[in-house]
């Protein structure tokens, strides 16, 4: 959402009337009259990106026009928190572009960068170091040393973020610069996110029976027609049931898209997918124009955390919008996730709060743990070999090639 002026008093004027409509649909918690203040921070409102939609710079000096690239960038082969895709700009090394800054940003706006290397480089090169600079108007903001390479640690592989102030600067020129007299042509430096941040008041309010916490839960790929709501005859979801007995079951519902990404949108904007935009895998992102439900629930006073299992709910097409806190949690299985939000509830002491669990495990190869693999089917036939199907599939989705698991006789 772009928070300029306009935009701030449209939000914070909204809730002051009630207007609330995405919040009521979820168990009315915006209630009647206001919350109690519990007290104020400051909320980092993401405005706009300077690579999304469309990424206008300038290349400076000598360097290569044609090896500057905009795009969706991983730092990573693999999927892990920190190394997910993110927009960004590929720069040679050395290498310098220039972006103009948009006018009328608040004074204490700032911008978050990070920084990394190309899967590529760090598969083709030997050890080596790059230096990563940010400069407003004419001065340094900003220098940080990283480093590539075959024998990099990849924790050491990851994004690098940097938050900077943008003060009353025009311009922001990126820059790299090789450590040293070795030469390093092809080495591909990323400067990712590039996303301004301008700073928003907010109250933190107290959770009661008339200003409920709201908690969002989608399960990515589950079936309807296989949950014991929906008239299933195995007792697949007691705890689903549960929460439909003593609320409010939805029976007839269509999905707004055939696949995650713009029924996420819809979602989370309240948009279905021809007005939000996000029907394309590769360019789509959440517009910062757009209202996200965290949004709304962050200005409401609650504290606004992710745990998202689908790594296509990245970063880098701007699911994070209005959320405090976004992990990647893309390894971790669903149980997991739900540990983690359990522990969030219990040491809010009372304040509200809006957690987004996002999980993912039907999608994948499914291996029960016991007592559950056997609860319903039937005994596997003689023949049978557990896990020689399975285990490797599972291997390659998590990004590893695991051959003992099912080659060991």
């Known amino acids: 959402m772009g928070w300029n002026g306009r935009s701030r008093i449209r939000a914070t004027g909204a809730l002051a009337r009630g207007v609330c409509i995405l919040c009521t649909l979820f168990m009315g918690a915006c209630g009647e009259g206001s919350a109690e203040v519990v007290g104020t921070e400051t909320a980092w409102v993401a405005r706009q990106s300077l690579l999304m939609?469309?990424?206008?710079?300038?290349?400076?000096?000598?360097?290569?026009?044609?090896?500057?690239?905009?795009?969706?960038?991983?730092?990573?082969?693999?999927?892990?928190?920190?190394?997910?895709?993110?927009?960004?700009?590929?720069?040679?090394?050395?290498?310098?572009?220039?972006?103009?800054?948009?006018?009328?940003?608040?004074?204490?706006?700032?911008?978050?960068?990070?920084?990394?290397?190309?899967?590529?480089?760090h598969k083709k090169w030997m050890l080596g170091k790059v230096v990563f600079e940010v400069v407003l108007g004419e001065e340094l903001a900003m220098s940080k040393e990283l480093r590539f390479g075959r024998n990099t640690a990849e924790d050491e592989q990851l994004w690098v973020p940097e938050e900077v102030r943008l003060g009353m600067a025009r311009s922001l020129t990126l820059r790299t610069r090789p450590v040293g007299d070795v030469q390093r042509?092809?080495?591909?430096?990323?400067?990712?996110?590039?996303?301004?941040?301008?700073?928003l008041e907010v109250q933190q309010t107290r959770a009661s029976a008339e200003h409920p916490n709201i908690i969002l839960v989608v399960i990515d790929t589950l079936r309807a027609d296989r949950l014991e709501p929906y008239g299933y005859d195995r007792p697949t979801s007691p705890y689903i049931k549960e929460v439909a007995d003593?609320?409010?079951?939805?029976?007839?519902?269509?999905?707004?898209?055939?696949?995650?990404?713009?029924?996420?949108?819809?979602?989370?904007?309240?948009?279905?997918?021809?007005?939000?935009?996000?029907?394309?895998?590769?360019?789509?992102?959440?517009?910062y124009e757009d209202t996200t439900l965290p949004e709304v629930c962050r200005a409401a006073g609650m504290r606004t955390v992710a745990f998202i299992a689908n790594p296509v709910l990245s970063p880098g097409h701007?699911?994070?919008?209005?959320?405090?806190?976004?992990?990647?949690?893309?390894?971790?299985?669903?149980?997991?996730?739900?540990?983690?939000?359990?522990?969030?509830?219990?040491?809010?002491?009372?304040?509200r709060f809006f957690p987004y669990l996002h999980r993912f495990a039907p999608r994948k190869p499914y291996l029960p743990p016991a007592p559950h693999a056997d609860e319903f089917c039937l005994a596997a036939p003689p023949a049978h070999r557990p896990g020689i199907g399975l285990v490797p599939v599972y291997a390659l989705y998590m990004g590893r090639i695991l051959v003992e698991a099912y080659l060991d006789g």
């Not at 400076?60 to 928190?81: M, N, Y």
């Not at 949108?265 to 279905?272: F, I, Q, T, V």
């Not at 209005?322 to 002491?349: H, I, K, N, S």
């Open 185 to 199: 042509n092809g080495v591909q430096a990323i400067f990712a996110s590039l996303e301004i941040r301008e700073p």
């Open 53 to 121: 939609p469309t990424a206008q710079y300038s290349v400076l000096g000598e360097t290569d026009a044609s090896a500057v690239r905009v795009g969706e960038i991983s730092c990573l082969k693999s999927v892990r928190p920190g190394g997910g895709t993110r927009p960004g700009i590929l720069m040679p090394v050395p290498g310098e572009v220039r972006f103009e800054l948009p006018s009328g940003l608040d004074p204490d706006a700032r911008i978050l960068v990070e920084m990394g290397f190309s899967k590529n480089t």
């Open 246 to 287: 003593r609320g409010v079951l939805f029976e007839h519902t269509l999905a707004p898209s055939p696949w995650t990404s713009p029924s996420t949108a819809s979602l989370l904007l309240g948009m279905d997918p021809l007005r939000h935009g996000f029907v394309d895998a590769e360019t789509a992102f959440l517009n």
């Open 318 to 351: 701007n699911f994070r919008q209005g959320f405090q806190e976004y992990p990647e949690e893309y390894r971790r299985p669903g149980f997991a996730l739900v540990d983690e939000a359990r522990a969030l509830f219990l040491e809010q002491e009372g304040a």
